[in-house]
Each structure stands twice: as structure tokens, then as C-alpha cells.
């Protein structure tokens, strides 16, 4: 849930700083990407001493499974959720006589 709350504030601030709104999901998507994936990887490979034990194996499993899962939420749903709550859409490119490429 952190995580989803940081990437969102993220992107507003991206947003509020003038940055185009497609823009600023994908640039707030990727420089959140290295601290979700480091603060879950941590997590799940501190769970893996848990492993062989058959009293908290189960647990383990479930809290490295769930973290993960949680993980790629995040990283995918929230932006394309915020891209669609806020009709988001890439600007379209086209060409004009001479080759070059305006935005519409």
C-alpha cells in the first residue's frame, strides 16, 4: 500500500511541475521501480531462511508469494488505474509534409 501511495504522489508531483501527463506516469512508474522491487526483494530473500523450517514454511510462502504479487500490483495496475481514472492518453504523433513529427 506504501508503495502505491509514493508512486502516485510521484506522479503528481511530476504533474504539478509542468510535465506532460502520460509523460510524468511513465517517468514516475520508473524511478519508483528500483525501491519497490529492492524493498521486496529484501523481504522475500529474508524470508527464504524460513524455508526449510515446517513450522513457518507455510508462512514464509505466503508472505513471500503475497509480497511479490502485491509488487507487480503496483508496478502495472496502479498506473494504468491512474491513467484511466484521469483519461490519460499518449499524445499522438503525426507527420507533417516534410517528415518531421508534431504533437496533437
Known amino acids: 500500500m ?6 502516485v504522489e510521484e506522479i503528481d508531483a511530476q504533474r ?16 519508483r521501480l528500483r525501491p519497490v522491487v529492492l524493498a521486496a526483494g529484501t523481504t522475500i530473500f529474508g524470508m527464504l531462511p524460513l524455508l526449510p523450517d ?3 514454511a507455510s508462512m514464509a510462502v ?7 504479487f502485491a509488487s507487480i500490483l503496483t508496478l502495472v495496475l496502479v498506473p494504468v488505474l491512474y491513467a484511466l481514472l484521469f483519461r490519460i492518453r499518449p499524445s499522438r504523433k503525426t507527420r507533417t509534409p516534410n517528415g518531421e513529427t508534431s504533437t496533437i
Open 62 to 68: 505466503t508472505i513471500m508469494g503475497g509480497l511479490a
Open 2 to 7: 506504501k508503495n502505491a501511495i509514493v508512486l
Open 16 to 31: 504539478a511541475e509542468g510535465v506532460e501527463d502520460y509523460k510524468a506516469i511513465m517517468d514516475g512508474s520508473v524511478s
Open 54 to 56: 515446517a513450522f513457518f
